[in-house]
């Protein structure tokens, strides 16, 4: 497959691309600075601004699915990044032959909030700009007619995969437990493979370490 992937320089979104290469696929990796990837033969990267619809639907031309894992790292003031773009990109999905986009977000977003532990809501209590910016951005997706996807992480690590991802639907979740922590690795595999089996078709996926 051809993926179209937002968000490659970051730490879940490179992650994603060296699965994907490593498995055989092509990348299309769209970043603002393209100095900060290095292409190969089967990453191709294009720079340009995620708000464009324009640029994207250029760079969406040929592949198989969008893969975005964009985040706003420490900055306080999401300033509409993830809505804009979201906006922007199934603008550009609409009017391509791309329909297939998946999306990682977070869990504490929009209705899995109520969900949570009292001790998740209590971290996430900082971050309420940035999760209304990224629910802002699912409402349009999710008004969509494209094939989506939505995954929910709970607390990210660093730590290797573990190959074992639990993923429940997030309307089928009652309350989260405690703080539930999912390795960024895991979070890339579980992309990757719902990518390629075209699985969780207009569905958010609650991802967590299975036991």
Not at 77 to 106: C, G, W, Y
Not at 137 to 143: M, R
Request: hydrophobic share 45%; proline share 3%.
């Amino acid at each position: 497959m051809r993926f179209l992937v937002l968000g490659a320089t970051g730490a879940t979104g490179a992650l994603f691309v060296g699965r994907a290469t490593a498995d055989g696929h092509e990348v299309v990796a769209f970043v603002r600075d393209a100095s900060k990837i290095t292409p190969d033969g089967r990453l191709t990267v294009v720079e340009g601004d995620v708000r464009d619809a324009h640029a994207l639907a250029e760079a969406m031309r040929g592949t198989d699915a969008v893969v975005s894992t964009l985040g706003l790292g420490k900055a306080k003031d999401p300033a509409k990044l993830i809505a804009d773009t979201t906006r922007a990109l199934v603008q550009a999905a609409e009017n391509s032959a791309t329909k297939r986009v998946l999306i990682m977000s977070a869990f504490g977003v929009g209705d899995s909030l109520a969900k949570a532990s009292g001790l998740l809501r209590l971290l996430y209590k900082g971050g309420k700009a940035t999760f209304a910016d990224k629910a802002a951005g699912e409402q349009i997706l999710t008004a969509s007619g494209l094939d989506w996807t939505l995954a929910y992480p709970v607390l990210l690590t660093n730590k290797p995969a573990t190959d074992n991802v639990h993923a429940v639907d997030l309307t089928a979740l009652d309350r989260l437990p405690g703080l539930p922590r999912i390795a960024r690795a895991d979070v890339a595999a579980f992309l990757l493979d719902t990518a390629v089996n075209g699985s969780w078709s207009q569905r958010t996926a609650v991802l967590t370490t299975g036991h």
